[in-house]
């Protein structure tokens, strides 16, 4: 369904396959004390490379969704930098504008 592609910071080098399958990667960061606060994220939509269309079953003609983050704490720390693609079809963005 996804490629997910996570930097972390060296003191979440440790951080398992087995303990994001059961916990999720925030989940995790917040039992380590390590509180992202504030990120930027992007996304778009792009032709696949070869290894992305042979993981994700896709054929050359089929699209990914991309959408690239950058996590920050409080203090303005980096706690998480992603590169993630999907397969568009199994995906759709929806959006809330609230200009209270």
Not at 72 to 85: I, K, L, R, T
Request: with cysteine; charged share 25%.
């Amino acid at each position: 369904m996804a490629i997910l592609r996570n930097w972390l910071p060296p003191s979440c080098a440790d951080i398992t396959r087995e303990q994001l399958e059961a916990q999720g990667l925030y989940a995790l960061l917040r039992d380590r004390g390590v509180r992202p606060v504030v990120a930027h994220q992007t996304i778009g939509a792009r032709t696949p490379i070869a290894a992305e269309r042979r993981h994700l079953g896709l054929k050359p003609s089929e699209p990914v969704l991309t959408m690239t983050r950058s996590a920050f704490d409080s203090a303005g720390n980096p706690v998480e930098y992603g590169d993630h693609c999907y397969r568009a079809q199994d995906y759709s963005i929806e959006v809330m504008i609230d200009e209270r």
